[in-house]
């Protein structure tokens, strides 16, 4: 009795135990079918005879090298100011003539105008003086040894005292300082003379002002009859124009990504589809307190003139180059605060996918995280796929 007792209970045991696991079992796998149902909920089905098929395009993503930062500010072309020359009267006088015309291309030491001056006739004069100055002071000195000579010649035969030889020695030594006084002043007015371009000696000449740079004459401020006594007032400007700055104000952001020496990108809005380069050469110090930004200055070269100050276009500088995934602009679908696209799954089948991406580049879009390369997405289309 006992026995049979015990294998009763046994037999329940069993029983209430794999109907346990089988619950258990069955629980999990319903559980699971469940989170399925859930991931695959959100995908986009499309029946072989769907309509948007057509309408739908799908490629493989690639992987690029792409720029992840990039720079991108308005600028604007203006006149390298370390090859600009303000033209100045260089002696007060009479403007006779002007010689050249507004826009003109000069040379360097091409004649701009001429000036009638009383100034020339002062410098002439002085450097006669200082030819006169010189004639005098040698002939001293020739009438100086020659009294130190015959005082010596005395002074052995004891016909003069000493000191008489040391007063003409003394005397020679200063003559000598005079004519080395009187060369330097003749030297002087003679430097006088080529600076203002006259000829030595010569009266009533013309002052005429040439050009100091090569360039185009961008400003003229002055007619011919004109007197002018104000040595310090601009005649005319000329500007080579061989080479011009591009400037452009960074936002503090970004000013990072921009170092001195390095070439940037410029494109203009005269010249659309155009790319050029430039070269930077000066980063402000200081942040502009108002727009926060920083201004840059890249030179660039401008042959044929092409470029003009005041110019408007803009920068473009690429930073951290990377190997990425990039996908087509019309396979990125922005949401709510993220983006995502469409990965195939099948053909007529649709995962929506978030995707981290960055900076667009041309028309494609780096992804950072969410596609692996060779997946295949829907490039065009998208929007057709996107739920409510």
């Known amino acids: 009795m006992k026995r049979l007792a015990w294998l009763l209970v046994s037999i329940g045991i069993c029983l209430l135990t794999g109907c346990s696991r089988a619950k258990g079992k069955t629980v999990e796998a319903t559980s699971a079918r469940e989170t399925n149902a859930d991931f695959e909920s959100a995908w986009v089905i499309l029946p072989a005879d769907s309509p948007k098929l057509k309408r739908i395009r799908v490629e493989p993503v690639r992987l690029a090298e792409i720029p992840l930062d990039e ?38 030491g091409t004649p701009l105008l001429s000036v009638e001056s009383p100034e020339v006739g002062s410098a002439t004069s002085a450097y006669r003086q200082a030819e006169a100055a010189v ?12 009294d130190l000579d015959r005082l010596r010649d005395l002074y052995e ?23 080395d006084q009187a060369q330097a002043s003749k030297s002087e007015a003679q430097r006088r003379l080529e600076i203002l371009g006259l000829k030595l000696g010569e009266f009533a000449q013309e002052v005429v002002v040439r050009a100091p ?54 494109e203009l809005l005269a010249y659309p589809g155009e790319s050029l380069k430039a070269r930077v050469t000066q980063i402000a110090d200081v942040v502009d307190p ?5 201004r840059v200055r890249a030179e660039m070269s401008n042959p044929g003139g092409r470029f003009r100050p005041e110019m408007f276009g803009r920068i473009r500088h690429l930073e951290n180059f990377k190997h990425v995934v990039v996908v087509p602009v019309g396979a990125v679908v922005q949401g709510d605060g993220h983006s995502l696209v469409y990965r195939e799954k099948t053909p007529g089948t649709f995962e929506p996918v978030d995707v981290e991406v960055a900076n667009r580049h041309a028309d494609l879009i780096p992804v950072l995280k969410g596609l692996e390369n060779g997946d295949r997405v ?3 289309g998208a929007m057709l796929l996107k739920t409510p």
């Open 71 to 108: 720079v991108v500010a308005p600028g604007k072309i203006e006149i390298n100011l370390n090859r600009l020359s303000r033209v100045l009267m260089p002696v007060p006088g009479r403007v006779r003539q002007v010689l050249v015309k507004l826009g003109d291309a000069v040379k360097e």
């Open 135 to 146: 004639s005098r002071a040698q002939a001293a000195l020739v009438k100086a040894q020659a």
């Open 157 to 179: 035969n004891r016909a003069v005292a000493k000191k008489e030889v040391l007063g003409a020695e003394s005397l020679l030594v200063q003559t000598r300082a005079d004519v």
């Open 213 to 266: 740079i090569a360039g185009k004459v961008l400003e003229i401020n002055v007619a011919p009859g004109e007197y002018r006594n104000d040595t310090s007032s601009t005649l005319m400007t000329i500007a080579d124009l061989g080479t011009v700055w591009v400037v452009a104000d960074i936002p503090e952001s970004s000013i990072r990504l921009v170092t001195l020496g390095e070439h940037i990108d410029i």
């Open 290 to 294: 108002q727009t926060r930004t920083v």
């Open 378 to 380: 829907v490039v065009d």
